[in-house]
């Protein structure tokens, strides 16, 4: 049984940091793609990040560039993202995601929602 589950929402003031985790049960993610969504109602989900937890590659949308750092922790089997210098427009609810399956180590991860398979229940970051 494959399980995601988010932490580490909250509210801050713009220019704060937050730091997200997401841990994975039911399989070892240690070579496959992983990644972080965020949604407001009424729109669509965008993809913000992804890892693929073998070759290390990563894949950031241009809104968060500089700002957000996603990484993975294979000990622990918990992907996290490191939110700096927050902005209001940063607001939503924030989910992880991953492809069970494997993947080769060269792969850059695709930020499409709909690759992923897998999905955790989400946590509310609210910024201002």
């Known amino acids: 049984q494959v399980q995601l589950v988010e932490s580490g929402g909250g509210s801050v003031q713009a220019g704060g940091s937050l730091r997200l985790s997401c841990a994975v049960s039911?399989?070892?993610?240690?070579?496959?793609?992983i990644g972080w969504f965020r949604q407001v109602p009424g729109k669509e989900r965008e993809g913000i990040a992804s890892i693929n937890t073998g070759g290390l590659s990563t894949n950031y949308a241009d809104s968060v560039k500089g700002r957000f750092t996603i990484s993975h922790d294979n000990a622990k089997n918990t992907l996290y993202l490191q939110m700096n210098s927050l902005k209001p427009e940063d607001t939503a609810m924030y989910y992880c995601a991953a492809d069970p399956q494997f993947v080769s180590r060269a792969l850059t991860c695709a930020r499409f929602a709909y690759v992923y398979k897998v999905w955790g229940q989400g946590t509310q970051v609210t910024v201002s």
């Open positions: 039911g399989f070892t993610a240690n070579r496959h793609c």
